[in-house]
């Protein structure tokens, strides 16, 4: 629970989190095994389901891969799903209608895990091959993640 009592305590501190930004921005592309290897310690210690803030805040993107196996799942034509839990965004993305998301339990459990959209997959985007591919969203992520927080921290007192 550390982790995320840390987090709690910075995740609006603006100017904390654009010195962790600006720290690690100053690693080497050559340096992405630092970023794994500091996912996994990371993700070893944090378990997502004392927190799930991810899925209480951030609707997923969804392909046009995850709507047909979602609803598949869900025993709903593809037109059936789209209609009753997807929006397109401002950026024209489709995306999940509703924050919490409408598959997070009270356990914070995801009644649709085994087949959850590749967004939610890869969330907080920080494992070695999107670590610097998606670096531009992690400062607004931290946010959101107290585990991308805890990346970005240990990663900033490197080098």
């Known amino acids: 629970m550390r982790l995320i009592n840390r987090w ?5 501190d603006h100017k904390y989190l654009s010195e962790l930004s600006k720290k690690v921005s100053k690693l080497q592309k050559s340096q992405v095994h630092l970023a794994q290897q500091t996912h996994e310690e990371v993700f ?3 378990d997502c389901l004392d927190c799930a803030n991810c899925c209480k805040s951030i609707p997923p993107m969804l392909s046009k891969r995850d709507v047909k196996r979602i609803a598949k799942q869900l025993g709903l034509s ?4 789209e209609e009753k839990y997807t929006i397109v965004d401002e950026d024209g993305d489709t995306v999940i209608n509703a924050s919490p998301c409408p598959f997070l339990k009270e356990d914070n459990k995801c009644k649709i895990y085994e087949v959850r ?10 494992g070695e091959q999107q670590f610097f591919k998606n670096f531009s969203h992690h400062k607004r992520n931290m946010k959101y993640c107290p585990g991308l927080m805890e990346i970005m921290r240990r990663l900033s007192e490197v080098g």
């Open 8 to 12: 709690q305590s910075t995740k609006n």
């Open 44 to 46: 070893d210690e944090l």
């Open 78 to 81: 593809t037109l059936q799903f």
């Open 117 to 126: 959209p590749a967004a939610c997959r890869l969330y907080p985007h920080s």
